[in-house]
């Protein structure tokens, strides 16, 4: 099993920052890790997600450019930095493990409980 624990969410202002983290415990080895997130009214969405063989990111159309995800294995942590956000970018953020990454659709076994991002205009 993964645990995942997030931090981070708040409220801010178009344009600004914030900062995501999410530590995992439990069987983390060759688990790739990364970030959905759900607005209200709207489905799970894919955010992005950091392979675990070397660390490439792959993200979705909406966020590239913006977002940037990284990790610190060394605390079993994994970031989102989020920048230039929008009002568009409100949603509950929820930190996954074992993301596999299809044509159309991403899924995940483990979830973390979500933190709130809220953007204001």
């Known amino acids: 099993q993964v645990q995942l624990v997030e931090s981070g969410g708040g409220l801010v202002q178009a344009g600004g920052s914030l900062r995501l983290s999410c530590v995992a415990s439990?069987?983390?080895?060759?688990?790739?890790m990364g970030w959905f997130r759900q607005a209200p009214g709207k489905e799970r969405e894919f955010v992005g997600t950091?392979?675990?063989?070397?660390?490439?990111?792959d993200y979705a159309d909406s966020v590239k450019g913006r977002f940037t995800i990284s990790r610190d294995n060394a605390k079993n942590t994994v970031y989102l930095q989020m920048n230039s956000l929008k009002s568009e970018d409100t949603a509950v953020y929820y930190c996954a493990a074992r993301i596999r990454v299809y044509s159309d659709y991403a899924a995940a076994d483990y979830w973390g409980q979500g933190t709130q991002v809220t953007v204001s205009s």
């Open positions: 439990g069987r983390t080895w060759n688990t790739n």
């Open positions: 950091i392979r675990w063989t070397d660390g490439t990111t």
